[in-house]
Nanobody, 122 residues
Framework: QVQIMESGGGLVQPGESLRLSCTSSSFFLGDYAIGWFRQAPGKEREALGCIENNLGGGQTRFPDSMKGRFTISRDNHKNTVYLQMNSLKPEDTAVYHC?????????????WGQGTQVTVAS
């Protein structure tokens, strides 16, 4: 079964940082553009950014609304994509997912995991 999995969520205080991980035991993430999105209760899915596949140079793409606090990176040896989140705010509380976007960022989400809960509260 093809799977993608997120981890690293938790409870943090406002202003703190958190790094989420995305990995798969069934395929090489480097072959795909990998995006992150989040969903909070009662809110629409929100795209956070994407990293191009290795052939695409691993460039990152962010919506204008998400530039500045979040970064995305890859570690191909660990088959892992990271979402680094800094200066977290209570409104960042949500379930965070990583997803394949095909071979280029901007495509539809094809495969995503169960997500990891991030709660920002004092």
């Amino acid at each position: 079964q093809v799977q993608i999995m997120e981890s690293g969520g938790g409870l943090v205080q406002p202003g703190e940082s958190l790094r989420l991980s995305c990995t798969s035991s069934s395929f090489f993430l480097g072959d795909y553009a990998i995006g992150w999105f989040r969903q909070a209760p009662g809110k629409e899915r929100e795209a956070l950014g994407c990293i191009e596949n290795n052939l695409g140079g691993g460039q990152t793409r962010f919506p204008d609304s998400m530039k500045g606090r979040f970064t995305i990176s890859r570690d191909n040896h660990k088959n892992t994509v990271y979402l680094q989140m800094n200066s977290l705010k209570p409104e960042d509380t949500a379930v965070y997912h990583c997803a394949t976007e095909g071979y280029m960022c901007g495509g539809p989400y094809d495969l995503w995991g169960q997500g990891t809960q991030v709660t920002v509260a004092s």
